[in-house]
């Protein structure tokens, strides 16, 4: 089956070729813009190949002649979406407030900073055990830690020769 490809080619300013082609692919569209151009290699110029259904020709003229014969078919064409509000922002103009959008999470409690997931109860007990048997290794087991976790506390702390 034929399709109609609507082929339009310029060289800088000037239109070389616009016009329709009836053809199987759009090689032979290709094909025949070359012969209509007289060239053998489309280099150097802006040419484009379209395909135009038929079907959506035929609803075409049908809508311009008034004859609606296949409304079923008929896609209705939407209104494209207001772009956003383009903002500037100035360096040298007044601070305006930021827009914060609500956090859905629940609230948390503020955990001490360097205490990933562990509150200050946990490491007070901690640090108790350490001092009561004075073995890291014991003292990560017992409260299911890891032994850099608890010897980085230590550290930051300062909880040798405490034990």
Known sequence: MDKLYWIVCEDKDTTLFEGRY????????????????????LNGLVFTITEIPV???????AEILGEVTSAANVVPLKAPEPE??????????????PK?????????????VGNPG???????????????CGNLRETAREFNLSPNSVKTRARRENWKGEA
Do not use: M, Y
Request: glycine letters at 6%.
């Open 55 to 61: 079907p959506l020709i035929r609803e075409i003229v």
């Open 84 to 97: 956003p509000k383009v903002e500037r922002f100035d360096a040298t103009a007044p601070a305006s407030e």
């Open 22 to 41: 009836q053809g199987r692919t759009r090689g032979a569209a290709l094909k025949h813009l070359k012969d209509a151009v007289g060239r053998k290699s």
């Open 100 to 112: 914060v959008k609500p956090s859905k999470k629940k609230a948390e409690p503020d955990a001490k």
């Open 118 to 132: 562990h509150g200050d109860e946990l490491w007070s007990k901690v640090q108790a055990h350490w001092k009561k």
